[in-house]
């Protein structure tokens, strides 16, 4: 059994004129003589932008830990549902467990369905409670690197890590100013995400599940809103995909995954190898 147990603490962030990501900001905001800031300095051009999110990676990892919220929503001939979960990751270690909550047939969360326990690590999901036939005690075990959409969306949650991985191929960003997230004061960022860039650029741990992603879906651009905090960390992020699905106009995915409480301590841990089924997994009805 493998038992991970992280603590992060808050990073913080200083921006000073003329240093660091400043730099790139110099070219559309500027700086007084004097060395005070500008009105408008906070306000980056769409390169310092794409910048800016493609750091974020480094910022949650430099914290360490965060709880999460979840919510996939997805739109298939003419039918919505939305899936959400809850639970807790680590960035040192790019690991997680999370709480998923299937919708009914009507849409409703938890509609005779049981929760289903996520764990996500590097290279693979685990499952409690997922597929029929599979005994209450056992774990099914899924080589994300063999999935067509490397869990972007099969899971019904995106791993926190490669969602922010996929930001490293933010392409044509706009910043939207600034908002009010959970209390906190965050910046607003729309715009695309070239899947391609993001494998190229990704860390060792995300590279294979994005690698397949491209695989998977009728387009490698993604569009994305995503929001940051004054420590550069991502605090929100809401990506779209689209997929073939087997039917002619496809299907739509929003994944929207919610960061906060950075530093909290997180366990996991990964299942045993006896407690891994190996069988069959039937068809569920619903």
């Not at 906070?42 to 914290?63: D, I, K, N, T, Y």
């Not at 790019?94 to 369905?113: E, F, N, T, Y």
């Not at 690197?145 to 706009?174: K, M, Q």
């Amino acid at each position: 059994m493998v038992v991970q147990d992280r603590r992060g603490g808050a990073v913080a962030a200083a921006v000073v004129c003329g240093t660091g990501l400043m730099a790139g900001l110099l070219a559309t905001t500027g700086c007084s003589p004097d060395g005070a800031a500008a009105d408008d300095q906070m306000v980056p051009g769409p390169a310092a932008a794409a910048v800016q999110l493609r750091r974020s990676v480094e910022a949650l990892v430099r914290a360490g830990t965060a709880k999460v919220r979840t919510v996939m929503e997805t739109v298939s001939g003419g039918t919505r549902v939305a899936i959400r979960g809850a639970g807790g990751y680590d960035f040192e270690a790019a690991s997680g467990q999370l709480r998923v909550v299937l919708p009914d047939l009507k849409g409703k969360p938890s509609g005779g369905h049981q929760p289903i326990t996520e764990i996500l690590a590097p290279g693979a999901l685990f499952m409690k409670n997922r597929g029929a036939g599979v005994p209450d005690d056992k774990w099914v075990r899924v080589d994300t690197a063999t999935l067509s959409d490397g869990n972007l969306v099969t899971g019904g949650a995106t791993d926190p890590l490669a969602a922010a991985e996929l930001l490293r191929g933010a392409r044509e960003v706009t910043y939207q100013g600034e908002e009010r997230l959970g209390g906190s004061v965050v910046r607003h960022y729309r715009g695309t995400a070239d899947l391609t860039a993001a494998a190229g650029a990704a860390s060792g741990r995300s590279r294979p599940a994005l690698v397949a992603a491209e695989k998977g879906f009728t387009t490698d651009v993604v569009p994305f809103d995503a929001y940051l905090d004054d420590a550069g960390r991502l605090r929100k992020v809401r990506q779209r995909f689209h997929f073939a699905n087997g039917a002619p106009a496809g299907a739509a995915v929003t994944s929207t995954t919610e960061l906060y409480g950075f530093g909290s301590r997180v366990v996991v841990r990964l299942p045993d190898r006896r407690d891994i089924y190996t069988g069959k997994i039937a068809s569920a009805s619903s």
